[in-house]
């Protein structure tokens, strides 16, 4: 024990294995007293008769006990001819079975064999090994533990005595006798999951060098040292937990949304939270209301009465993407300095950075050095693990509401007690990947809030799905929210939660009734094994109003001018009469792919110049932030704060980011055809707020939409729409949505809210829409939808974590065993639970004769040192970030072609570089034939980027 070490080099010195362990139970001790909700807290005391916190840091301890082996100990020669000479030999080791004996294979072969001996169950050691064997990120089936091999694993008396022993040790440094343990329980799958990845957790932090130096005496080691040692790493850390239990106010439905928001409480928000109140056991709550009804404080208020009745202390609101996880952010900060004002939040997504406001609150936060455990041989097996040292300058722990540092490093950012990000972060967690228990450890103990959720496809839904049954099994409450839910999709999500609760595959929903009214907020949870539900409808907060519909007169080829006309035909009507304070209006412009809402913002400019924006998602990330703060600052909320004044006329061509989360209120919308939920997200922009009647045109008083993007023709044949459309939704859905529009033009419109759950229930059942005339068109575009949706679902199961014929598993054993591509990056995960191929962000810089500039023209230098020292030029750097189209031949040029500038490389040791700089692709661009335009060639593609319109990317 005195020579077996577990780091060759920690600060210059080794570090014996004991003293690795010991630290990791230290850090593991404080995870529980400082870190873990009182719920995970409960579910380990339950099984282990109220000893959860003793059990969880001999779980921590005993970790990599399988570095005592030969397999671990002959990798460093000079450590290795001690452990020889102590008497613990082995014959000659190839790198392949170094390699094929894993230590976390071989620490899962020593706990088993040992616990089994100690007099624990099989039960218990069934369930106990796969926490040892995974917490280098993946579990491997309990085949691979049968027949250690000898050699590796250690011949003789002498190993055999040293690896009991260790265990032993460990036990008693944490004052436990093993067999005080016999008689240990089985937690829950997810749960097990939660504590796997919590290991991991402790493991890395106990693993960084900076806090934890080597010790090679062993007369220098013990549990008190450990204590020590953890107990500083923690707080040079900053790493804490959620809120307090005392935070969260006990008080009636309504009185808790005034409290929180101070404003009473609307019908719908006051059922959301008294059915969270009502319900029996951890659940789901599925609250469908219109757009600007007040879902995201009702489901703020419901998941803090969810958080104190079934002792969660944190959050994770996922939504569908970047930009509208922005402005959730804000909301949700504002909402968690009332409840406690000290609680760690953090902002998960690719351009965090970029949200002024998360930027602001980490500025006080200091940075101290990281590391992830790793094999510092490089072995390259399956189980090694992908940290690495961080390399942070340490500062003074400075005070905020920005989680610790730490809480950002790789895959580790769900562990923040409240986040807000895109639901990515959620179905990553759904996904068959390495260290996919840690996105759990950060998942259990929270409540989780997912908005928009019609917004998911039948692909995507699939990592939904999978995401709930692990939430429920886990006992995590879900609170969903949709404006547009389609019923066969409120079936599924309440089918999936209960499946998990259950941890069976067939579930029997019949006690669920379905929604009457609209508000609507639906209650599921299961109890001793039988599903209960409750639905409760609500008084919408404004009345219906009538929405005007009609359809553009479109030409064959979908001429974008056709859209400009239309647009200067309502807002360019001024003569002598018209008063210069006059209203002109302002129209929001959706379409249906990039170079649509290009050439259509191409065609208005010359005529409307200033008062016409364009906004898309290939704009460099700082102007698209910029611009999308200044229309929303211009047609949000009246009487916002930091709101503009209402301009006399603004028209904003945008794309589907205008669809969600985007708070904007215009006087007409002119939008392509999309699916029925998605055009009525789209309506919803349309006088969404009240405001007085002067500060609309006249003609724009009446609330009406020109539907774009659908081509009539006579004679009843079927519509037809612009390739772009078709290749985005497909015909099916465009179809239905173009009967329902068609029919809504022959009557009176909409009336909106009110017709909302009956056109979305219409657009996706399989009611017959259209004349008669469509009837083989529409059937032939439902096979072809049929078969795809059918294909996508099953190449979706693929990646699933588990699925639903693993439901009844009870342990974690083989659950990294089926063979799927690898997932080595972000983008390929993110490029799976979207179902699209992978994308690559790049940072356009100008190529200047002496060197590099940034877009706006500032000095690189002549190999982009500048940034490196100066934070403000880097910001600039950043903020020309941009992500390419995800096209097969583009991507596989930008990873085959571009890398970071040469000054911007470093040598992974200077602290003055910035990470992000290391990762980067830089994408360097010439000026163009005219002024602010830059282009580039990357592979068989010209690239182009104008000030104005953004990217646009052709083929050569």
């Not at 620490?107 to 050691?125: D, M, N, P, Q």
């Not at 209650?523 to 639905?535: L, M, Q, R």
């Not at 974590?801 to 390929?828: I, K, N, V, W």
Request: charged share 25%; proline share 6%; with cysteine.
């Amino acid at each position: 024990m005195a020579v077996v070490w577990g780091k060759s080099d920690a600060q210059g010195s080794p570090h014996l294995l004991l003293g690795h362990l010991l630290d990791t139970a230290a850090v593991g001790e404080l995870i529980w007293d400082r870190f873990l909700a009182p719920v995970v807290k409960g579910h380990l005391d339950e099984v282990s008769g109220g000893r959860g916190r003793s059990l969880f840091a001999l779980l921590c301890g005993l970790h990599d006990v399988g570095k005592a082996t030969p397999a671990f100990q002959s990798k460093d020669g000079a450590l290795a001819v001690r452990v020889q000479a102590a008497g613990l030999g082995w014959r000659p080791l190839s790198r392949n079975r170094v390699s094929a004996w894993h230590h976390t294979k071989a620490g899962a072969a020593i706990v088993r064999s040992r616990l089994a001996g100690a007099g624990w169950s099989s039960e218990s050691c069934e369930w106990v090994w796969p926490l040892i064997a995974g917490h280098h990120g993946v579990v491997p089936a309990i085949g691979c533990l049968w027949q250690p091999p000898r050699d590796a694993h250690g011949r003789g008396a002498a190993w055999r005595q040293v690896q009991d022993g260790i265990v032993d040790r460990v036990a008693e440094d944490l004052g436990l006798d093993l067999g005080s343990f016999a008689g240990l329980g089985m937690p829950r799958r997810g749960g097990q999951l939660a504590v796997s990845g919590l290991i991991i957790m402790a493991d890395w932090i106990a693993s960084d060098e900076q806090h934890f130096r080597g010790l090679p005496d062993l007369a220098a080691i013990s549990m008190d040292e450990a204590r020590s040692r953890a107990v500083s790493a923690w707080e040079r850390l900053g790493l804490r937990g959620g809120w307090r239990p005392a935070s969260l106010v006990p008080c009636a439905s309504a009185e808790l949304v005034e409290h929180r928001f101070g404003v009473p409480a609307r019908s719908a928000q006051a059922a959301a939270v008294e059915l969270a109140e009502q319900m029996p056991a951890p659940g789901l709550l599925i609250l469908e209301a219109p757009m600007g009804e007040g879902k995201t404080e009702a489901a703020l208020a419901a998941a803090e009465v969810l958080a104190r009745r079934f002792g969660a202390d944190g959050l994770f609101v996922g939504m569908p993407t970047q930009a509208t996880s922005d402005p959730m952010f804000g909301r949700v900060r504002e909402w968690l300095t009332a409840v406690d004002s000290e609680v760690p939040l953090g902002l998960l997504h690719g351009r965090a950075r970029f949200n002024k406001e998360w930027a602001a609150l980490r500025a006080p936060v200091r940075f101290v050095g990281v590391a992830d455990d790793q094999d510092e041989y490089g072995l390259g097996d399956v189980y090694g693990s992908a940290g690495q040292n961080g390399g942070a300058e340490d500062r003074p722990v400075g005070d905020g509401m920005a989680a610790a540092d730490w809480f950002f490093g790789p895959k580790r950012g769900l562990l923040a007690p409240v986040t807000v990000g895109t639901v990515d972060q959620l179905l990553h967690a759904a996904t068959r990947t390495k260290h996919v228990m840690v996105r759990h450890a950060g998942l259990a103990g929270r409540v989780v809030v997912l908005d928009e959720v019609h917004a998911y496809d039948v692909y995507m839904s699939q990592f939904l799905f999978e995401a709930l049954r692990w939430l429920a099994d886990t006992g995590v409450p879900v609170v969903l929210l949709s404006a547009t839910l389609p019923p066969a999709l409120r079936h599924k999500l309440i089918s999936a939660y209960a499946q998990g609760a259950s941890r069976q595959r067939e579930v029997d929903l019949g006690d669920v009734p379905a929604p009457s009214g609209y508000p609507s907020t639906t209650a599921v949870c299961v109890v001793e094994g039988k599903v209960d539900g409750a639905v409760e409808a609500s008084l919408p907060w404004r009345e219906s109003s009538p929405v005007v519909v009609e359809v553009l007169d479109e030409t064959d080829t979908f001429e974008p001018r056709t859209v400009a006309d239309r647009v200067l035909a309502e807002v360019a009507r001024e003569d002598a009469t018209t008063s210069a304070d006059q209203p002109l209006g302002c129209v929001l412009v959706v379409c249906n792919t990039v170079a649509r809402a290009q050439d259509v913002y191409a065609a208005l400019a010359p005529a409307l110049g200033d008062d016409v924006v364009l906004l898309h998602s290939r704009f460099v990330a700082a102007e698209r932030a910029r611009r999308t703060e200044e229309v929303v600052n211009q047609l949000g909320r009246p009487g916002r704060l930091e709101g503009a004044r209402r301009p006399r006329r603004l028209v904003v061509v945008a794309t589907q980011v205008a669809e969600q989360s985007f708070d904007v209120d215009v006087d007409l919308l002119i939008t392509d055809l999309a699916p029925i939920d998605l055009l009525l997200q789209r309506v919803g922009r349309l006088h969404r707020h009240q405001r007085p009647e002067e500060d609309r045109p006249a003609h724009l008083r009446q609330p009406r939409v020109v539907v774009s993007g659908l081509r009539r023709y006579p004679g009843n044949q079927p519509s037809a729409f612009p390739p772009g459309s078709r290749a985005v939704y497909g015909n099916h859905l465009l179809l239905r949505s173009a009967a329902l529009v068609l029919e809504a033009v022959a009557m009176d419109g909409w009336s909106v809210p009110a017709a909302v759950p009956r056109l979305v229930a219409t657009g996706y059942d399989d009611t017959p829409l259209g004349p008669p005339e469509w009837a083989r068109a529409v059937a032939k575009a439902k096979d072809a939808w049929a078969e795809r949706e059918q294909r996508r679902e099953a190449n979706a199961r693929g990646f699933l974590l588990a699925g639903e014929d693993f439901l009844g598993a009870s342990t974690l054993d083989g659950l990294h065993e089926r063979s799927t591509a690898a997932l080595a990056t972000e983008e390929r995960v993110a490029a799976v639970v979207r179902d699209g191929d992978e994308s690559v962000e790049v940072v356009l810089v100008r190529r200047d004769v002496a060197g590099f500039r940034t877009l706006g023209g500032t000095w690189l230098g002549p190999n982009g040192e500048v940034p490196v020292h100066d934070d403000t030029v880097l910001e600039e750097v950043v903020g020309a970030t941009i992500r390419l189209p995800a096209y097969q031949d583009l991507t596989a040029a930008a990873l085959s072609d571009l890398r970071p500038l040469p000054a911007w490389i470093g040598d992974g040791r200077d602290r003055r570089h910035d990470p992000w700089l290391r990762r980067s692709r830089a994408l360097v661009v010439e000026d163009g034939p005219a002024e602010g335009v830059l282009t580039a060639r990357l592979g068989e593609r010209r690239l182009t980027y104008h000030h104005d319109l953004g990217l646009r990317v052709v083929k050569l």
